[in-house]
């Protein structure tokens, strides 16, 4: 039963290492460039493998470095990937250098041969054809505005390709492609202009990029067309001058109409055509006295009564004299000060205007000698109020009563 086993052992060892003999390495190892975008790829053999998982590992060295050890240090860039590829991109690699590639299979932890193969970016990569085209026209001419080709890092490729220049190809459009007559021009400018056009003519171009040392040029550009311009005719600036003329025109009276327009709105805003009514009118702002305002219920009553002047009609005063002096006298019995006694008792609001004269005119105060002390409020009164009629008077008491 031992031997059994031990056989057993033995004839999976040897299958096993039959296997790892069997593991072959990829083949046909090749770059796929632009610019400075890298890609390795290669080809791998499914029957080798069988149903087995098939894992890669791509290393680079310096081609130099080759030369000086015996053992050169190779640098990993992609490990154990089950991509048929590997993108070198990111690796920034020198763009003069040469580099030696190297790829490996894993079946199951067995390992084949390595697949080399060398690389030198200035020589090898492709050279991209021009980011952008655009066409300006230039008169009867058309201008061609090139730009250059990018690298990984967006920079332009004449940093490594300094004689790098641009093949043009240009044609007039037409309706019978065959019949169409392609011409050529070389530049090493940004900037073409294409000579000897017709005017108001639809011309298409595509540039090619182009560099000698490595006999390198690029696909053509898609097609971009456009089409030239000639003299302005005359009739066209009469007609753009008079259409201007008149847009000009409608433009100022659209801002005159406007203007009035707004300025009807304010006046009629702020300075109403209606009136407040009369009655209304006395009743003035504290603040501003040329504007009226109406009593609104919660604002102060007798503060704004306090701003309310009535005017009323300037009452007419008669006065009558008494028909004689003997009237002026005071009764007997009576002290000086009784007649102002009883004309106060009469009344806060009553007042009183004493004459000398006997006619019914309004005659000039005077003192008397022997007829009392001189009164200045008679004389105030009849100098204020010349031609009043006096009230009849009392010729009792000898007091004229006077209303206002």
Same mark, same amino acid.
Request: proline share 8%; glycine share 6%.
């Given at each position: *039963?031992?031997?059994?086993?031990?056989?057993?052992?033995?004839?999976?060892?040897?299958?096993?290492?039959?296997?790892?003999?069997?593991?072959?390495?990829?083949?046909? $190892? @090749?770059?796929?460039? *632009?610019?400075?975008?890298?890609?390795?790829?290669?080809?791998?053999?499914?029957?080798?493998?069988?149903?087995?998982?098939?894992?890669?590992?791509?290393?680079?060295?310096?081609?130099?470095?080759?030369?000086?050890?015996?053992?050169?240090?190779?640098?990993?860039?992609?490990?154990?990937?089950?991509?048929?590829?590997?993108?070198?991109?990111?690796?920034?690699?020198?763009? /003069?250098?040469?580099?030696?590639?190297?790829?490996?299979?894993?079946?199951?932890?067995?390992?084949?041969?390595?697949?080399?193969?060398?690389?030198?970016?200035?020589?090898?990569?492709?050279?991209?054809?021009?980011?952008?085209?655009?066409?300006?026209?230039?008169?009867?001419?058309?201008?061609?505005?090139?730009?250059?080709? $990018?690298?990984?890092?967006?920079?332009?490729?004449?940093?490594?390709?300094?004689?790098?220049?641009?093949?043009?190809?240009?044609?007039?459009? =037409?309706?019978?492609?065959?019949?169409?007559?392609?011409?050529?021009?070389?530049?090493?400018?940004?900037?073409?202009?294409?000579?000897?056009?017709?005017?108001?003519?639809?011309?298409?171009?595509?540039?090619?990029?182009?560099?000698?040392?490595?006999?390198?040029?690029?696909?053509?550009?898609?097609?971009?067309?456009?089409?030239?311009?000639?003299?302005?005719?005359?009739?066209?600036? #009469?007609?753009?001058?008079?259409?201007?003329?008149?847009?000009?025109?409608?433009?100022?009276?659209?801002?005159?109409? =406007?203007?009035?327009?707004?300025?009807? @709105?304010?006046?009629?805003?702020?300075?109403?055509?209606?009136? /407040?009514?009369?009655?209304?009118?006395? $009743?003035?702002?504290?603040?501003?006295?040329?504007?009226?305002?109406?009593?609104?219920?919660?604002?102060?009553?007798?503060? /704004?009564?306090?701003?309310? @002047?009535?005017?009323?009609?300037?009452? #007419?005063?008669?006065?009558?004299?008494?028909?004689?002096?003997?009237?002026?006298?005071?009764?007997?019995?009576?002290?000086?000060?009784?007649?102002?006694?009883?004309?106060?008792? =009469? =009344?806060?609001?009553?007042?009183? #205007?004493?004459? @000398?004269?006997?006619?019914?005119?309004?005659?000039?105060?005077?003192?008397?000698?022997?007829?009392?002390?001189?009164?200045?409020?008679?004389?105030? *009164?009849?100098? *204020?109020?010349?031609?009043?009629?006096?009230?009849?008077?009392?010729?009792?008491?000898?007091?004229?009563?006077?209303?206002?």
């Amino acid at each position: *039963m031992s031997a059994a086993v031990y056989v057993c052992l033995l004839f999976g060892y040897f299958q096993a290492n039959a296997v790892g003999a069997e593991v072959k390495p990829p083949a046909n $190892l @090749t770059m796929i460039t *632009m610019n400075t975008n890298y890609t390795l790829s290669w080809d791998w053999d499914p029957s080798s493998s069988e149903s087995r998982v098939v894992s890669f590992t791509t290393q680079y060295v310096a081609r130099y470095r080759l030369f000086k050890k015996k053992a050169p240090p190779w640098t990993t860039a992609c490990e154990k990937t089950s991509r048929r590829s590997c993108d070198l991109t990111q690796l920034s690699l020198y763009f /003069l250098g040469m580099y030696v590639l190297r790829v490996q299979a894993n079946v199951n932890g067995h390992v084949s041969d390595w697949g080399q193969k060398e690389f030198c970016p200035d020589q090898d990569a492709a050279l991209g054809p021009p980011t952008k085209v655009d066409l300006s026209p230039a008169g009867s001419d058309l201008d061609i505005f090139i730009s250059d080709p $990018l690298t990984s890092t967006n920079t332009s490729m004449r940093e490594n390709h300094p004689e790098l220049y641009y093949h043009v190809l240009y044609w007039e459009r =037409g309706v019978d492609s065959q019949a169409l007559r392609t011409r050529t021009l070389s530049s090493g400018s940004n900037i073409v202009t294409l000579p000897d056009l017709e005017a108001w003519t639809w011309y298409c171009v595509r540039v090619q990029t182009c560099y000698d040392f490595y006999n390198k040029k690029s696909s053509f550009t898609a097609p971009c067309c456009m089409q030239t311009e000639g003299a302005t005719p005359w009739w066209q600036v #009469v007609g753009y001058f008079l259409v201007s003329l008149v847009l000009c025109f409608l433009l100022m009276l659209l801002s005159l109409y =406007g203007s009035l327009r707004c300025y009807e @709105t304010l006046k009629e805003t702020w300075f109403p055509s209606v009136q /407040l009514p009369t009655r209304f009118q006395c $009743l003035w702002d504290s603040s501003r006295s040329d504007i009226p305002r109406l009593l609104t219920p919660d604002s102060d009553s007798e503060r /704004l009564c306090d701003k309310v @002047t009535v005017c009323l009609e300037p009452p #007419v005063l008669e006065i009558h004299s008494p028909p004689s002096e003997a009237l002026l006298a005071p009764p007997s019995g009576l002290e000086p000060d009784s007649r102002h006694s009883r004309q106060d008792s =009469g =009344g806060s609001g009553d007042s009183g #205007v004493y004459s @000398t004269g006997g006619s019914s005119s309004l005659m000039q105060p005077s003192r008397v000698s022997g007829q009392g002390p001189f009164d200045p409020e008679q004389v105030k *009164m009849q100098d *204020m109020a010349p031609g009043l009629k006096a009230p009849p008077v009392n010729t009792d008491e000898g007091i004229v009563d006077m209303c206002v």
